[in-house]
């Protein structure tokens, strides 16, 4: 089993900057992707972002340029450092990670994070 617990969440202004992380727990052997989603009120999950092994990351077209993606595999943990947000970022943030255990594969959510960001 992989728990992986998101913080960083919270109420900030418009312009204004939030670092979420997501750590990873269990009996890991390796972490493979980790992606970032979100779901805001009334709408499906999207997908913000993903970081792959070995350091490639994309974004979707809607935050390209304002968050950053980036993990530090010693701690299993993932970070999405979002800055310049805007009221339509408000949504519980998501994160995703998939890799192995020893035995067999994972494939772990999340619990999910609030981001409220006010006009």
């Known amino acids: 089993q992989v728990q992986l617990v998101e913080s960083g969440g919270g109420l900030v202004q418009a312009g204004g900057s939030l670092r979420l992380s997501c750590a990873a727990s269990?009996?890991?052997?390796?972490?493979?992707?980790m992606v970032w989603y979100r779901q805001a009120p009334g709408k499906q999950r999207e997908w913000v972002a993903t970081d792959t092994l070995g350091g490639n990351t994309n974004y979707a077209d809607s935050v390209k340029g304002r968050f950053t993606i980036s993990r530090d595999n010693a701690k299993n943990t993932v970070y999405l450092q979002m800055s310049n947000l805007k009221p339509e970022d408000t949504a519980v943030y998501y994160c995703?990670?998939?890799?192995?255990?020893?035995?067999?594969?994972?494939?772990?959510w999340g619990q999910g994070t609030q981001v409220t960001v006010s006009s």
């Open positions: 269990g009996d890991i052997f390796s972490i493979n992707t």
């Open positions: 995703n990670a998939m890799g192995r255990l020893l035995a067999q594969p994972f494939n772990s």
